[in-house]
C-alpha cells in the first residue's frame, strides 16, 4: 500500500464477507453496486470493475471457513490471496480507504528507572525525563501487547513527573 499513489489503497468486501471480521471503528462507505461505490471513493468505475473483475475470476473458491486456513486461493494473481479468497460479487459492496502508518518506531531515547534520560556518555541527564513514544523502546524491542502504549505512557508520565517534581523543588 505504501506503494500506491498518495499511499492510499482502498478495500473492497461484500455482503458475504463483512460480518467475517472485527467491524472497523470507522463505519465503511456503502453501495449497491460496485461502480456507485467507486464513485462515493472518488475511483475511476471502470478501472474498478476491471480490477475487482479480475480478482474474481482469479479465485479457486473451495470450502470457505474463515477461521482456519482455508483452500479459497487466487491464481495467477500478484501477490496471490492464499487463503480466504472468494468472489466479490454480493451487494451491497462496502469500501474503506486505508494508508499505512507507524504504531510504534521501536525506537527512541534511553531512560533510567526514574524516566530521567540517558546521555550519549550512559550518564542520567540532571533535569531532563521522558515518558510515552520517545522512550518507548527501553519497553518494547519488537511486537506489542494491546493498550501497552498507554501504559508506558502513563507508568513512565508518572515517574517522570514526580521526578521532575523533586528537582523543581531540591
Ligand atoms: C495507529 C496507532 C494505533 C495505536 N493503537 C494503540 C492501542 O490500541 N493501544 C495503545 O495502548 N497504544 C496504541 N498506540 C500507541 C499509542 O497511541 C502511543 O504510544 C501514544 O499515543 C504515545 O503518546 P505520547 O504522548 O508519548 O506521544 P504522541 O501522542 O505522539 O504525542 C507527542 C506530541 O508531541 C507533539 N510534538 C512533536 N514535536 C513537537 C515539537 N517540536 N514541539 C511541540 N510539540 C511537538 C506532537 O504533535 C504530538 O502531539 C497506537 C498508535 C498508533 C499510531
Known amino acids: 500500500m505504501a506503494a500506491q499513489p498518495g499511499q492510499v489503497g482502498y478495500s473492497i468486501i461484500d455482503a458475504k464477507s463483512i ?7 470507522f463505519p465503511p462507505v456503502v453501495d449497491d453496486s ?5 464513485g462515493q ?18 479465485c479457486r473458491v473451495g470450502t470457505f471457513d474463515h477461521t482456519v486456513h482455508d483452500d479459497c486461493h ?3 494473481l500478484s501477490p496471490p490471496k492464499s487463503h480466504w479468497a472468494r468472489p466479490i460479487d454480493t451487494p451491497p459492496f ?3 480507504s486505508l494508508r499505512p502508518g507507524i504504531t510504534f518506531t521501536y525506537l527512541g531515547v534511553r ?6 534520560i540517558l546521555m550519549a556518555d550512559g550518564a542520567p541527564a540532571e533535569n531532563l525525563y521522558a515518558a510515552g513514544e520517545i522512550m518507548a523502546g527501553n ?21 517522570a ?3 521532575a517534581a523533586e528537582v523543581a523543588h531540591g
Request: hydrophobic share 40%; glycine share 20%; charged share 15%.
Open 74 to 76: 487466487t491464481e495467477g
Open 94 to 96: 462496502y469500501g474503506y
Open 161 to 163: 513527573g514526580r521526578s
Open 34 to 38: 460496485l461502480e456507485g461505490l467507486a
Open 139 to 159: 519497553v518494547l524491542g519488537k511486537g506489542y501487547l494491546a493498550g501497552i502504549g498507554m501504559t508506558i505512557g502513563s507508568v513512565f508520565g508518572d515517574l
Open 19 to 25: 460480518d467475517a471480521f472485527m467491524p472497523s471503528v
Open 111 to 116: 531512560v533510567d528507572e526514574t524516566a530521567r
Open 41 to 58: 471513493l472518488g475511483l475511476d468505475p471502470g478501472t474498478v470493475t476491471q480490477t475487482v473483475g479480475a480478482f474474481n475470476a482469479a
